[in-house]
């Protein structure tokens, strides 16, 4: 007994607009910042670029998660493409993770040899990126429904802060001429993308290796619906993520051996529970009666079993007699 999925919603369109704009405004910056970071010798704005970089690429994968994710289910993929945008998110963390250690170890490597930066140049450029991922974390932060798009959003609102540390650092670097400023700051970059990217991973990780859903518990799931009336016992039960927002759930409820149009009855109870609950939409149910038992792979009512097993047991007694 099934309950289908939802398809996707109508906000794709929105969605997709705000990822091409985020996606041109990023790609403008990074060539920006790559070249005055190569002229001010500022392995702070380098390492924005390289960021902004992976924010882009990271854009680009949401924006092609978003067109997969509209599209509907085939016989091949009879769930469709929901988790396309649980896979770019989770490609887009662990790209940044990569990224935090090659600008630490840089960081690292300029404490020990610090190179002159011209911090005007720094204050310059990174004000412009303030303004930039700002705007672009806000249009993000109105379509940030689900693990795709709230990777992206982490992306650009980290960008945001670790921009203004830049800022911050120039004029550190200006008023006291210590170059040592700028890898200390990469550093706090560093953790920043390091922090913001080790969530979205975990979250990732769970939705691909089908774990329970994060914030569900199975035991209140199970108390819920062994709540409902004419439901004994609920067994076997399963819940996991078909995307960041579409849940699914199968297990085994035992019930009273009733006729069917009233077994109907405790499973839209059970299914209205599910969805307005726990925001689960697709189910699959196995009802057992509780006066049967399983027999070579059937189920067979426990009348009928002590029957047969009391006329073997009369048959071989008659065979055994004539003996």
């Keep these: 007994m099934h309950v289908h999925a939802a398809p996707a919603g109508p906000g794709a369109k929105k969605t997709s607009r705000v990822l091409w704009f985020s996606m041109l405004a990023t790609l403008v910056y990074v060539a920006l910042t790559l070249v005055a970071g190569l002229r001010a010798h500022s392995l702070a704005l380098l390492s924005e670029a390289g960021h902004n970089m992976s924010d882009f690429l990271a854009l680009a994968l949401s924006f092609v998660a978003v067109y997969f994710q509209t599209r509907p289910p085939t ?22 993770i990569l990224i935090s250690l090659w600008i630490g170890v840089e960081a690292v490597h300029r404490l020990s040899a610090p190179v002159a930066v ?4 720094m204050m310059i450029v990174a004000a412009a990126g303030v303004v930039m991922n700002g705007v672009i974390a806000a249009l993000l932060w109105g379509v940030a429904r689900d693990v795709n798009m709230r990777s992206a959003f982490i992306h650009m609102a980290g960008d945001t802060l670790s921009t203004a540390a830049v800022i911050a650092g120039g004029a550190g670097i ?44 199975l035991s209140k799931i199970r108390a819920g619906m062994e709540s409902v009336e004419g439901v004994i016992n609920v067994h076997d039960l399963h819940v996991w993520s078909l995307g960041s927002q579409s849940h699914a759930l199968a297990c085994h409820v035992q019930i009273d051996d009733i006729p069917p149009s009233e077994s109907n009855c405790i499973l839209l109870k059970i299914n209205t529970l599910a969805r307005e609950n726990f925001h689960i939409h697709h189910t699959t149910i196995q009802f057992e009666h509780i006066n049967c038992e399983v027999i070579h792979g059937c189920v067979v009512p426990i009348s009928e079993m002590a029957a047969e097993t009391d006329h073997d047991h009369h048959h071989h007694s008659h065979v055994g007699h004539s003996h």
């Design 118 to 121: 011209q911090p005007r140049l």
């Design 174 to 217: 200006l008023f006291t001429g210590q170059n040592w400023i700028d890898p200390v700051l990469s550093l706090i970059i560093a953790a920043l993308i390091l922090w913001s990217s080790a969530d979205i991973v975990r979250e990732t990780l769970n939705i691909l290796l089908e774990g329970t859903p994060r914030g569900m518990s």
């Design 75 to 96: 016989s091949q993929k009879t769930f469709g493409y929901q988790r396309a945008g649980v896979l770019a998110a989770f490609l887009n963390a662990a790209t940044l």
